[in-house]
């Protein structure tokens, strides 16, 4: 017999031996078709697994949020089953869950084609309908060993290679499949549904080593029905029709070449669009009592070995040696430099809150793999800051960046932002202690905000917790963008000082803080949150005077420096073009106001306006016209 504790904190007791699934069956005998795994102790189990000590216990539905993950991981294990089960040759490598889906990578000599995916895709239907009992299996590694060489699944030794000796495994079996996995499952593969697609196939590294060989991966979503697939589906024709990249392309933006992989070429009208922001930013910042700065973008490596970024995070950072036989390192980040700063000339207590910003330029190594446009680079800009602060100012510091973030975002057309907070992870800097008060800092802060926000753990920044600020779009995707992070530990570790009202020197609290996260990014994501059709006060080009013939020239030159006067982003085309093909091409590249100008307007001092995603003209005065744009802009 065994106590167990349940959500509500009441207690049952259990017969030995007991399994999620009886247990379930048992306390909740109408819902145990819509259980599909069990919590133990906080770790997701199998249903079928055998729970022997006492423990607080949970169960996980269906329509649970957390049930995403398992029936994704399911997803993948039945489509590397149909795989096997068709092109028996295959070796199944490594397959993981995703943002909304999960993949799988093959080796096969021969590339999976598109009428393929869709015979996979049937065969899953069909090992879905087949009912077949998932089950979990501790082995020895020597035999794990033995069973997948002699099958000759070299990929899936080599897996379990890098295993101690001595060490178990545990594998997972549902027909004749067998998989390496750690697991959880479902309970049978009837249990995944029939929410799931396959997407698409593309090539990938062994590893993400481009010395190891190339395998196939296959790209599929899988949802908990029908209904929640075709919403996703849905999103996705939206989102091919926003891709920032095609619509960067026609509105003039930015493009990215080979010689530069993950590094954007910004056009002029780009460029506009990028300063516009940084304009926006500035301003903010400034009233909100910011100083900026700038740091060098490339250090010597002793400095980020000190800092613990070298240790953390060399292997995505970039090097150079210089001719005197020293390394150095393109900045990753801004916060060492920021402390250098802060550590020139003597602070007092009376200094703080200092408040450095910064728009810096990062470098971090991304795979090529993994790069898309402006939403993954290489070399970004951070619109970055850091608060030095005393520890009784955490709280007060926290709560305006958070106000500044959200009214910011609502600035841009984004109201719908959630939350994340994210505690201490595996991999950090300090010890425990300066990670409690930083972590209580940081939740009394988010408290005192009176936001709702999700626990997002073991995602900590290595030197401290963090606020993550995540957007919804137009079609409901979800972005992270800004970041709020309590820091007590790089003051500690570059040793920043200031002296407290006792006289004595004390160390710093650095409140690390982006709000649109990388500049190129936010971009992105701007550009396909609204389809192109940027707000007025925003596109880098607002207005294009195009004449009707050419007759009209001047009159449309003197309506540009007027506007431009105004301080208005303007063009003109005077170009020996049909008036019909201006518009299309003008409407094309997302301009949001177009001035017809002819032989009438030029009589009548008037011009024609057509309004982005308007096929209708309206003849006004130029003064109309001109106070029209004034008021939009605010």
């Given at each position: 017999m065994i106590v167990l504790e349940l959500p509500d904190k009441k207690i049952i007791n259990v017969e030995l031996p007991s399994t999620g699934k009886k247990i379930a069956g048992d306390i909740l005998p109408n819902r145990l078709k819509d259980i599909i795994a069990i919590k133990v102790c906080n770790e997701v189990w199998d249903l079928s697994r055998e729970i022997n000590t006492p423990s607080n216990i949970s169960f996980i539905f269906r329509g649970d949020e957390e049930a995403l993950e398992i029936i994704r991981h399911d997803a993948a294990h039945v489509m590397a089953e149909a795989v096997q089960e068709l092109y028996p040759n295959t070796q199944v490598t490594i397959g993981p869950v995703i943002e909304n889906g999960f993949y799988y990578d093959f080796a096969r000599e021969k590339p999976f084609s598109s009428e393929e995916l869709d015979v996979i895709e049937k065969k899953m239907h069909e090992i879905v309908s087949r009912d077949e009992v998932i089950n979990r299996e501790i082995w020895k590694r020597e035999d794990g060993l033995n069973f997948f060489n002699d099958k000759g699944e070299h990929f899936k030794s080599e897996l379990i290679?890098?295993?101690?000796?001595?060490?178990?495994?545990?594998?997972?079996?549902?027909?004749?499949?067998?998989?390496?996995?750690?697991?959880?499952?479902?309970?049978?593969?009837?249990?995944?549904?029939?929410?799931?697609?396959?997407?698409?196939?593309?090539?990938?590294?062994?590893?993400?080593?481009?010395?190891?060989?190339?395998?196939?991966?296959?790209?599929?979503?899988?949802?908990?029905?029908?209904?929640?697939?075709?919403?996703?589906?849905?999103?996705?024709?939206?989102?091919?029709?926003?891709?920032?990249?095609?619509?960067?392309?026609?509105?003039?933006?930015?493009?990215?070449?080979?010689?530069?992989?993950?590094?954007?070429?910004?056009?002029?009208?780009?460029?506009?669009?990028f300063q516009n922001l940084i304009d926006f930013m500035r301003k903010k910042q400034n009233e909100a009592g910011y100083i900026e700065i700038n740091t060098p973008d490339i250090m010597d490596k002793s400095l980020w070995e000190t800092s613990g970024h070298w240790g953390k995070?060399?292997?995505?950072?970039?090097?150079?040696?210089?001719?005197?036989?020293?390394?150095?390192?393109?900045?990753?980040?801004?916060?060492?430099?920021?402390?250098?700063?802060?550590?020139?000339?003597?602070?007092?207590?009376?200094?703080?809150?200092?408040?450095?910003?910064?728009?810096?330029?990062?470098?971090?190594?991304?795979?090529?793999?993994?790069?898309?446009?402006?939403?993954?680079?290489?070399?970004?800009?951070?619109?970055?800051?850091?608060?030095?602060?005393?520890?009784?100012?955490?709280?007060?510091?926290?709560?305006?960046?958070?106000?500044?973030?959200?009214?910011?975002?609502?600035?841009?057309?984004?109201?719908?932002?959630?939350?994340?907070?994210?505690?201490?992870?595996?991999?950090?800097?300090?010890?425990?202690?300066?990670?409690?008060?930083?972590?209580?800092?940081?939740?009394?802060?988010?408290?005192?905000?009176?936001?709702?926000?999700?626990?997002?753990?073991?995602?900590?920044?290595?030197?401290?917790?963090?606020?993550?600020?995540?957007?919804?779009?137009?079609?409901?995707?979800d972005w992270q963008c800004g970041t709020l992070q309590v820091d007590l530990n790089l003051p500690e570790l570059l040793t920043a000082n200031y002296i407290g009202v006792d006289g004595k020197k004390h160390r710093p609290v650095m409140i690390h803080r982006a709000l649109f996260g990388s500049i190129e990014r936010f971009i992105g994501i701007l550009i396909e949150h609204y389809s192109g059709n940027?707000?007025?006060?925003?596109?880098?080009?607002?207005?294009?005077?195009?004449?009707?013939?050419?007759?009209?020239?001047?009159?449309?030159?003197?309506?540009?420096?007027?506007?431009?006067?105004?301080?208005?982003?303007?063009?003109?085309?005077?170009?020996?073009?049909?008036?019909?093909?201006?518009?299309?091409?003008?409407?094309?590249?997302?301009?949001?106001?177009?001035?017809?100008?002819?032989?009438?307007?030029?009589?009548?001092?008037?011009?024609?306006?057509?309004?982005l995603g308007s096929k209708k003209t309206e003849s006004i005065s130029i003064d109309e016209a001109i106070n029209s744009v004034l008021n939009q802009i605010g």
């Open positions: 290679s890098s295993i101690p000796e001595g060490e178990e495994i545990s594998v997972y079996k549902q027909g004749s499949f067998v998989d390496l996995c750690k697991g959880p499952h479902l309970p049978s593969t009837k249990h995944l549904g029939d929410g799931f697609k396959l997407l698409k196939v593309a090539g990938a590294y062994w590893r993400g080593d481009h010395n190891q060989p190339m395998l196939q991966r296959i790209y599929g979503t899988a949802w908990r029905n029908k209904k929640e697939l075709r919403l996703y589906l849905n999103q996705l024709e939206e989102a091919e029709k926003r891709d920032h990249r095609l619509l960067g392309k026609n509105m003039g933006l930015f493009h990215f070449q080979p010689e530069a992989p993950g590094a954007v070429f910004w056009h002029n009208k780009g460029w506009n669009l995070f060399g292997e995505n950072m970039f090097t150079t040696e210089a001719k005197e036989d020293r390394v150095y390192a393109l900045k990753p980040m801004n916060c060492p430099g920021h402390i250098q700063v802060f550590k020139q000339g003597l602070k007092s207590y009376r200094d703080l809150p200092l408040k450095f910003s910064e728009f810096g330029k990062v470098h971090r190594y991304e795979p090529s793999g993994a790069l898309h446009g402006l939403m993954r680079v290489r070399a970004f800009t951070q619109d970055d800051a850091h608060i030095f602060c005393t520890e009784d100012q955490i709280t007060e510091e926290c709560v305006e960046v958070c106000n500044l973030i959200l009214e910011i975002y609502k600035d841009f057309g984004f109201e719908n932002v959630h939350i994340k907070f994210s505690d201490r992870p595996n991999k950090r800097v300090g010890n425990d202690v300066i990670w409690d008060k930083s972590e209580k800092a940081l939740m009394t802060a988010i408290n005192a905000t009176g936001l709702p926000y999700t626990i997002n753990s073991g995602e900590g920044a290595f030197y401290g917790p963090k606020i993550e600020f995540v957007l919804r779009d137009a079609i409901g995707r940027l707000p007025l006060w925003l596109a880098p080009t607002q207005i294009v005077i195009a004449t009707i013939t050419s007759d009209s020239d001047n009159y449309a030159l003197e309506i540009e420096k007027l506007l431009k006067s105004k301080n208005l982003k303007v063009e003109v085309d005077l170009r020996n073009e049909k008036i019909g093909y201006k518009i299309r091409e003008h409407s094309l590249a997302k301009i949001p106001l177009i001035y017809s100008i002819g032989e009438r307007e030029k009589n009548n001092r008037t011009v024609s306006v057509r309004r």
